[in-house]
């Protein structure tokens, strides 16, 4: 008596098959009677696994080890040779807003962000994903002899379909964000350039929750000439606004960046630096540069 499980499939058949040939190689080193068969129905390629019971194993056990060994290839096989597929069907699915050129972008955002690893005391995502798929293959193959991979990963694989849509939409979401905040650099830039320089230079103090202080050259402070009577604004807008626009609009050939607190966002000095791009420099530590809380 056999025990035997056949696989079909349409797509990838020779890295399906080489995978199932490589696990039944490994049971045949254990000692264990396998073979692989291949025949074609249509444009399906049928790979049948068979373990033959002579290999004296307890009663269920050989389908057991078949069951798991074919299960083991498959997840491999999904991960590594469909999953591209699947989040470039998602990815016309869920952005279809988004020119071809911007669809592309967004699918290779989404296939790096699968190989990330979210802590290094946990399994990589790329684990995480495949042992859901092998358990997934398992339960399915403990009562079917008989599994047709297309159809297995379009409706046995819903979970993981979502879990790759949710991945596509917060990339198209980061994505979105990240153009319109290009766009809005480049627009800054063009006032920038449209005035041309004001000032040699400006030195900017920033503080806790983004306040800041002006000064030139000299030291001496530019934030009471360049406010006047509206310095009661800082108190009700955005900091890092304000400073942006009054950087614009002194447009100076450099400026030199003092961080007197730790509590000052990257976000504010990021944008400082890409409107002001080759022109920004940090200070290493001066006077300026003042311990506040």
Not at 220 to 248: V, W
């Amino acid at each position: 008596m056999t025990h035997s499980i056949s696989i079909a499939t349409a797509e990838h058949p020779a890295a399906v098959r080489q995978r199932l040939a490589e696990e039944l190689l490994q049971l045949k080193r254990e000692g264990l009677d396998v073979n692989l068969s291949e025949t074609h129905r249509g444009n399906l390629t049928l790979l049948g696994c068979d373990i033959s019971s002579r290999t004296r194993l307890p009663p269920g056990e050989a389908q057991l080890i078949l069951r798991y060994f074919i299960a083991n290839a498959l997840a491999d096989v999904i991960v590594n040779h469909w999953q591209e597929n699947l989040v470039r069907e998602l990815v016309r699915e869920e952005c279809r807003h988004f020119t071809a050129e911007e669809r592309k972008e967004i699918t290779d955002i989404v296939l790096k962000r699968l190989d990330e690893t979210w802590d290094a005391n946990q399994p990589t995502p790329y684990l995480q994903r495949r042992n859901q798929i092998l358990k997934k293959l398992v339960e399915y193959l403990e009562t079917s002899h008989f599994l047709v991979l297309e159809g297995f990963i379009r409706f046995r694989l819903g979970e993981y379909r979502e879990e790759l849509r949710e991945l596509v939409n917060r990339a198209a979401d980061d994505y979105a964000v990240e153009k319109e905040y290009q766009e809005f650099i480049r627009l800054l830039r063009y006032f920038v350039d449209l005035q041309g320089p004001q000032l040699p230079e400006v030195q900017v103090v920033l503080s806790a929750g983004d306040r800041f202080e002006l000064f030139d050259a000299e030291n001496r402070a530019l934030c009471n000439e360049g406010f006047g009577d509206r310095s009661y604004l800082l108190e009700e807008l955005n900091h890092g606004d304000i400073l942006i626009s009054t950087l614009i609009a002194l447009s100076p050939t450099h400026i030199t960046l003092h961080q007197a607190s730790s509590q000052v966002s990257p976000e504010l000095t990021d944008t400082i630096k890409d409107v002001f791009a080759g022109r920004v420099d940090f200070c290493p530590g001066c006077p300026l540069c003042r311990p506040q809380s």
